[in-house]
């Protein structure tokens, strides 16, 4: 089974300021996704960045990267310039690549607070 | 576009009591699924739907939980009886069903919490 960890129950980041999340997961697949999930308070959860295993480079969105060591099994993000708006729990996840398992494994998220 | 509805937003209920949840999916969408989240945890699958069958429900205590999509559009999820444990929030999420294509981003309702006493 697939499991995947984050280390940082909470994180705090000066606004403007850039931060990294960590993430690490364990699978024996070869073929799987893995997602970063913002749920910021009361609200529901959306997805702020994808990484295909198959790709050797870093996603980015905007202000948000990835650092993916597929050999390491590690995946964090980096925000940058952050923003009020990023406070919120995120939480990592694993996709299977194999059809029919299409269900996402998240860690337990870290909470991420922004110091205006 | 509207996304996904659930309902309803806030449920309290005393232990051994039923409770049932509602999910309207985005429309055409083929995948639906229910994860359970608890207080400090990340949300755990419980069943996922691809129209109206189901693809995975081994994470679903099946002697208190039951959920149906019977034309493969909205959903229930039934919990009877509740035990305090069950306490979490219900997170209804849904994508296109194109498998495994890293596209098929999975898009998150609001959630129900569930309080048992």
């Given at each position: 089974a697939q499991t995947v960890t984050q280390s940082q129950p909470e994180m705090s980041v000066q606004e403007a300021e850039t931060v990294t999340l960590s993430c690490t997961y364990d699978t024996s697949e070869s073929d799987y996704y893995l997602f970063w999930y913002k749920q910021p308070p009361s609200r529901q959860m959306i997805l702020v960045i994808r990484q295909e295993a198959y790709k050797q480079q870093n996603a980015t969105e905007n202000r948000f990267s990835v650092n993916f060591q597929k050999a390491a099994k590690s995946f964090s993000l980096k925000i940058s310039?952050?923003?009020?708006?990023?406070a919120a729990m995120y939480f990592c996840a694993y996709r299977s690549g194999?059809?029919?398992?299409e269900k996402l494994t998240f860690g337990t998220g870290t909470r991420l607070t922004i110091i205006p | 576009e509207a996304g996904v509805a659930q309902s309803p937003r806030y449920k309290i209920i005393e232990k051994r009591q039923s409770v049932a949840f509602w999910c309207n999916p985005i429309s055409g969408h083929a995948t639906l699924y229910w994860y359970q989240q608890i207080l400090g945890q990340g949300p755990k699958l419980l069943i996922q739907f691809q129209n109206n069958g189901v693809v995975d429900d081994s994470q679903l205590p099946k002697d208190r939980f039951s959920a149906e999509r019977l034309k493969g559009v909205d959903s229930t999820l039934k919990i009877?009886?509740?035990?305090?444990?069950?306490?979490a929030v219900y997170l209804c999420a849904s994508s296109l069903?194109?498998?495994?294509?890293?596209?098929?981003t999975q898009y998150f309702g609001p959630g129900t919490r569930l309080t048992v006493l």
């Open positions: 310039d952050s923003q009020l708006g990023d194999n059809f029919g398992n | 009877q009886p509740a035990k305090l444990e069950d306490s069903g194109l498998g495994t294509d890293s596209t098929d």
